[in-house]
């Protein structure tokens, strides 16, 4: 069975995740937790027996680096057992600093990787950073059906291991568009507002203001975690559910295996091309 993994954008899924039986790590996202609380999350997901894991944005910039120059102590004495990176300028600023000497780390979704060949071309671009040590694991791309995501041969590949997204909101931007500045300006808090498109879906938007960054998500899920037959046959090392909007409960129910209402979910791309 492939380990299960998790990530949390709230205190209240962090936890709610820790009392998941079958919970294997526990990923907190900096965008939206204190520098200063993380080694508290740390100690809670050890002491439930979790590994804990932070996820890093899909964007670095200038405000980025700042924000790290001055968390970065914060993040290595929380004592974290995996970094998770959104992007490659982020991985080499920390692997610069000597973090990936001391904590291993993976690779997200948004580094996108489509095919072997980019694979490949990962591997050339971490081996000529300098950077030897391979991931811990690499999530293939969001836009990937089931076919595609066959053909891809990762254990065969520097026996690197692949990481399924089997339930989430798929980001549909990540932008420094901030829509709460441009609705009524900026407050510098973060905050939870709502876009309804065309055909009146409403879709989450959060912003991060640590990283003046601003996300869209999709107005349903993506799940697939009951396609058994067909992750059996992915055989991924791990299975990531990703938390964004959710209340603990929605949390608590969703990895206890509860599919969401019909109407209330989509299978994304799993089972259809992008074009």
Known sequence: MPDITVTTETVEQFD????????????????????????????????SGRKAGLRLPQIYRDISREFYEAALNDI???????????????????????????????????????????????????????????????????????????????????????????????????????????????????KLLWLKDRTGARMPVKNSCRFCLNTIYNSVPTAVYDMKDEIMKLAPASIRYEFTVESAAEVKAVLSGKMPEPGRFTRGHFKKSVL
């Open 76 to 190: 290595i004495r929380a004592g974290f057992d995996v970094l998770m990176f959104g992007n490659m300028e982020e991985l080499l600023y920390f692997n610069n600093e000597g973090v990936l000497r001391e904590i291993p780390y993976a690779i997200d979704h948004s580094i996108y990787i489509y095919n072997n060949a980019s694979v490949q071309m990962l591997i050339k671009m971490l081996n000529e950073a300098g950077i030897r040590k391979m991931p811990e694991s690499i999530a293939y791309s969001l836009e990937l059906n089931f076919k595609e995501l066959m053909d891809i041969e990762l254990n065969d590949i520097n026996d690197l291991k692949g990481e399924l997204t089997v339930y989430g909101r798929v980001p549909m931007m990540v932008s420094a568009q901030c829509m709460g500045k441009t609705v009524s300006g900026c407050d510098g808090r973060d």
């Open 16 to 47: 709610a995740a820790l009392k998941s039986l079958d919970t294997g790590t526990v990923y907190a996202d900096i965008r939206f937790f204190d520098a200063v609380s993380l080694k508290e999350l740390v100690i809670k997901a050890h002491e």
